[in-house]
């Protein structure tokens, strides 16, 4: 009996030691106007997908289950969720050069394609929602392909606008539509 109680006792102190050692895990406040989702020509199943499978690491929205606080695990996913953000963070968009932003949507779509995200460790805990499946990631990466395209004939247009303002007769709107086609629009006449 003795040897049990030292033994339970041995592997409470540590646990109780390392609870101590606290990281803060926090969600920053969210500009509603800075996230991908309203910077970009999203479409809705792509939002969803987004929500379930990403936005817990790659946002200021991480919902923290109730094990989060409890060490090891607490360190662990405290570093990956502050790691994902600085990798990516959907919440965040908006602040990145459009260089990052179309580095960004085919780093997605490769790691999406491929398996590496969601991280295989998130998947279990979280299943189903963090399970792609093969028509969840066709969608992202054709979404991420329109986006780029749609980002490079934007910066066309920022080219063009800029040499119109040069003759004094600039209108945003209307050069952006006659230069992006309506199919690639479709997401997002209200968005911009």
């Known amino acids: ?30 500009d509603a106007t800075e996230t991908i989702a309203s910077r970009t020509c999203m479409p809705a199943p792509v939002t969803a997908i987004f929500r379930r499978a990403c936005q817990n690491c790659h946002s200021e929205r991480t919902d923290w289950p109730w094990y989060s606080a409890v060490a090891p695990f607490h360190w662990l996913m405290t570093a990956d ?35 590496k995200m969601p991280l295989w460790y998130y998947k279990p805990a979280h299943y189903p929602s963090a399970w792609l499946s093969e028509s969840d990631k066709k969608e992202v990466c054709d979404w991420t392909k329109a986006e780029v395209q749609r980002l490079a004939r934007a910066q066309n247009v920022s080219s063009e606008e800029k040499e119109t303002a040069k003759w004094g007769n600039s209108d945003a709107q209307s050069l952006l539509r006659q230069v992006v086609p309506a199919a690639d629009r479709r997401y997002c006449d209200d968005v911009h």
Not at 9 to 19: C, H, K, R, S
């Open 1 to 30: 009996m003795r040897k049990i109680s030292a033994l339970v006792a041995g592997a409470l102190v540590p646990i109780v030691l390392m609870n101590l050692a606290r990281i803060d895990r926090t969600n920053p406040p969210e």
């Open 81 to 115: 969720v502050y790691a994902a953000r600085q990798r990516l963070n959907l919440s965040t968009w908006g602040r990145y050069n459009e260089a990052r932003r179309t580095d960004s949507l085919i780093a997605i779509c490769e790691t999406v394609a491929s398996d």
